[in-house]
């Protein structure tokens, strides 16, 4: 490989400028570690952060950097300008590097298979901070576990515009300290580390109770703009601000035309949806004149838009090209008349235009220093700002923070009567240290602690269709969302199949306040029927009980329940149909699309889909895919020896007669003696009797799997350390001495196999039959009964009964493959305490594995032997 060009060089080569010193300190410093940074909107922070990393990773291929840079945002315009931005500079570097938009519905997308390659995984805080607490807003549960490992490790995680974040910004700092504390007190595979950024960042936000003794040296290295540089270009663009009592939404539109000029841009930013809906409307209705079919826009009256955050992504993704970027606002790109766009917070951050007149809301400092970046954004430019009066409602912010803004806005139009960067800056160095705390003032709501992050890694479903909400840990009070989509059902419907719906697509999700969907679908307001897809059933059910809905659901909506417009967007009190969504036409990638399909219900096993293959040579294929992966990662080679033995036996349950029934007779003997086998396990679809297992509802092979694994070990080595080698003194204490296994079940401790299970350590034992069990992430740390055993009434788990047997097998050992022999299987490790022939229980087993490798490593290594899987799975080697 030849030596990559020096970063500035390359830095211009694919930005298409020269890095400033700040871009240029940080693209040259060869470590990566936890970084503060503090730049002024217009100086470049995506490149800044985005292009460091691609020299790094994927240039120059340093292991010491992340394999995913994960960008986690506030709001959703940030994502779409973002990705576009991405993908000019990868276009520019030919660097071979996935990008990837974690914005819910299905995502068909391959970087969850591919955990060795370079990846950027873009998203909101919303989508990303709920993969990192292993609850993945949008995704199927059995998928949590899998996003869960592969952004809590080998990740670079950017934060940007922490100002808005509200409380995911100490959640940001907590799981920080968390994933620190496992590197160095347990075991940690791959770096994981966190960049926070803004205009307006104070050291103070992230001074947590658990990462706040990091700050102080956080803080003195700190990426900022030396103060010599602080002078000409942007930071002397003038900005005219004044302060007016407008406030009423009929005032504000009389004042935007009153001040809008012809051929220019303005922008209205207002704090509340409903407020930027109806100001669009006076707007709307002073441009117009006479009503119904005869209304006519006003000659010279300018062109308008309306931007807020309940869009679907359809519309939203027209902004952009239409009006929402550099070029559709430069002078030669607007109408004649000029251009009003009416907006809320959501044009903040990360939307690159410049307004000539830019009209806002009084907001907290902070965000009002973000939204004076949107005006006068570019060198040799000029622009006006209004900051208008209090409205009615200090919502969605605290009557202290609009009061110490207030003071601030006044202050700055007295003293310079400018907004310029220059001036802001200025402005605070001079403030009195009791109003700059005002101004940055941060008091999280909730902060989650390291008992809350430890009880997640438990993905089991609660029995009354409850769950852990970790919505109070990303945004506080009315802001949690959930995402909503509608489809031509018969709002009549009890229940909905996953066939009809079909795949989600993002761009057809439409954001909606927890608040609003409840009180929309709630029975004693004429509401709605909601739709909740149901992970037991593997169906889309009616919610009977709206005020159980958790944020960051996904909901299914009639057409003709209304409440969305193209025009205005969500809209609770809109009762004409929706217009139906169109499908993209582009192609999903098939396995991770099954991958997501899989994961969406608990009896789906349509990942067994696949070329004929018998159990030990989709093992040994896995094994060989898993190989890959910790070679291009580097991973300690005893750690890729215990993968490797896991991967061979993740399917050993696939033996089971129950899962040997659901392939059809008569396709096994089309399929020639191959096809007759009972040790299978893939079949092509076609293959399948389609019935599921009618004997056993809910059928999981990998809890067979683990219990096989404990099985064959027992009958090598009964006294092993994982067995009861621990135990077997304390059972005789209590007078329940271990019964003695019969002469015949016993196993010769040379047998391939169980000599393998026999050298392992008592952990690594359990840490295999973890992830052998875990591997569909559908049974983990819990074993019990679900609703469809109990409803079966067969007293199994997962469809498993006590003294189940599976019949000889073959299975891939470390060299050629071996004969399994037939094994019993019990349920005895689900019960609680010391068991008289597999001594600790599973869920004492789990817990050692927390203690010893804690939940961000463990579930590492349940991605990679999952990604493994679906790999090994699309081969068509048989």
């Known amino acids: 490989m030849s030596s990559p060009p020096p970063y500035a060089a390359w830095f211009q080569t694919v930005a298409g400028f020269s890095p400033h010193g700040w871009q240029r300190t940080l693209g040259e410093a060869a470590d990566c570690t936890h970084r503060l940074l503090r730049i002024p909107t217009g100086f470049g922070k995506t490149a800044g952060v ?19 840079l994960v960008f986690c945002f506030p709001m959703r315009t940030l994502v779409e300008q973002t990705e576009a931005a991405i993908a000019a500079w990868l276009a520019r570097s030919g660097l071979p590097v996935s990008v990837h938009v974690l914005m819910g519905g299905v995502e068909a997308q391959r970087w969850e298979l591919a955990p060795e390659q370079p990846a950027i995984l873009l998203g909101t805080q919303d989508m990303l901070l709920s993969r990192a607490m292993n609850r993945g807003y949008g995704t199927g549960r059995a998928r949590w576990p899998m996003t869960f490992g592969l952004v809590s490790q080998d990740a670079l995680w950017v934060l940007d515009e922490l100002q808005l974040m509200d409380v995911g910004l100490a959640t940001s700092a907590q799981l920080a300290a968390f994933r620190d504390h496992d590197a160095a007190a347990r075991r940690r595979l791959r770096p994981a580390v966190a960049w926070w950024m803004s205009a307006t960042l104070q050291p103070g936000w992230l ?25 000409g270009g942007l930071w002397d663009v003038r900005k005219s601000i004044e302060l007016r009592d407008a406030a009423a939404e009929a005032d504000v539109a009389k004042l935007a035309l009153d001040l809008h000029q012809p051929g220019t841009l303005s922008l209205v930013v207002v704090n509340q949806v409903q407020r930027a809906v109806d100001l669009f409307q006076a707007l709307d209705e002073r441009c117009h004149e006479r009503k119904g079919k005869t209304r006519v826009r006003r000659p010279g009256t300018p062109e308008l838009k309306l931007v807020h955050s309940r ?106 009567g400018d907004a310029s960067p220059r001036a802001v800056d200025a402005f605070e160095q001079a403030c009195a240290p009791d109003l700059l705390g005002r101004l940055y003032r941060y008091a999280p709501a909730h902060v989650l602690r390291r008992r809350d992050i430890d009880e997640l890694f438990d993905t089991t479903p609660d029995l009354t269709g409850s769950d852990l909400d970790v919505g109070r840990y990303i945004r506080s009070g009315d ?90 967007g969500w809209n609770p009190k809109a009762s004409a149909e929706v217009a139906p969504f169109l499908p993209p036409g582009e192609p999903a990638d098939g396995a991770a699309l099954r991958l997501d399909r899989s994961a969406e219900a608990a009896e789906d096993d349509s990942l067994s889909q696949a070329a004929w293959k018998s159990i030990a040579t989709h093992g040994r294929e896995t094994a060989e895919a898993l190989r890959d992966i910790a070679d291009a990662l580097r991973l300690p080679a005893r750690t890729a020896a215990l993968l490797d033995l896991a991967a061979r036996w993740h399917d050993a349950g696939k033996a089971h007669e129950v899962f040997q029934e659901a392939i059809a007779q008569d396709a096994r003997s089309k399929a020639g003696e191959l096809g007759l086998r009972r040790d299978l396990a893939k079949a092509p679809g076609e293959a399948w009797t389609g019935k599921g297992y009618p004997t056993r509802p809910g059928f999981r092979h990998e809890l067979a799997s683990a219990l096989a694994l404990l099985a064959l070990l027992r009958r090598a080595a009964p006294l092993h350390a994982a067995l009861l080698g621990g135990s077997a003194e304390l059972l005789a204490a ?31 034992l359990n840490l295999v039959a973890f ?108």
């Open 50 to 68: 985005v292009l460091p990393w691609l020299y790094h990773r994927v240039l120059r291929q340093d292991l010491g950097w992340p394999t995913r």
């Open 207 to 231: 001074r947590t109770v658990d990462f706040g003794a990091q700050v102080a040296a956080l803080d003195e290295q700190s990426v900022r703009i030396p103060e010599a540089e602080r002078q």
């Open 311 to 416: 869009f679907r992504g359809a519309e939203r993704a027209q902004w952009s090209r239409d009006f929402l970027s550099r070029a559709a606002s430069r002078p030669e790109a607007l109408p004649g008349e000029g251009r009003i766009v009416v907006a809320t917070q959501v044009v903040e951050a990360g939307v690159d235009i410049s307004a000539r007149l830019l009209i806002t809301d009084l907001a907290p400092w902070s965000s009002l220093v973000q939204r004076f970046g949107r005006c006068a954004r570019y060198e040799g430019e000029s622009g006006v700002l209004v900051v208008l009066g209090r409205t009615k409602t200090a919502a969605p912010y605290a009557e202290a923070e609009l009061d110490a803004a207030a003071e601030a806005v006044a202050a700055l139009a007295r003293s310079a």
């Open 479 to 568: 802001d949690r969302d959930v995402r909503v989509f509608w489809r031509p059902v018969e709002p009549q419907s009890k229940a909905v199949s996953r066939e009809h719906i079909g795949r989600v697509h993002r761009a057809e999700l439409c954001p909606v306040p927890i608040r609003d969907l409840r009180d929309f679908a709630r029975a004693d307001r004429g509401g709605r029927p909601v739709f909740a897809l149901d992970y037991v059933l593997g169906a889309y059910r009616r919610v009977e009980d709206v005020d159980r809905i958790p944020p960051g659901s996904t909901l299914l909506l009639p057409l003709s329940a209304g409440g969305y417009s193209a025009d205005l």
């Open 734 to 764: 209590l007078g329940e001495p271990p019964p003695a296994a019969p002469p015949e079940e016993a196993v010769d401790g040379n047998h391939p196999l169980a000599r393998e299970l026999a050298e392992l350590s008592e952990e690594e």
């Open 771 to 878: 992830l052998v069990c875990a591997h569909h992430g559908k049974v983990r740390t819990a074993w019990t009964s679900t609703p469809l055993d109990q409803a079966a009434g067969h007293g199994g788990i997962h469809g498993v009964c006590e003294d189940d047997a599976l019949g000889s097998f073959e299975l891939a050992a470390a060299e050629g493959d071996a004969p399994v022999p037939s094994l019993t299987l019990s349920l005895e490790p689900a019960a609680l305490g010391v068991g008289a022939r597999f001594g600790a229980s599973w869920g004492e087993r789990i817990a050692g594995l927390l203690e010893a490798w804690g939940p961000f490593t463990l579930a590492y290594l349940e991605a990679l032997l999952r990604a493994a899987d679906v790999r090994a799975s699309m081969d068509a080697t048989s």
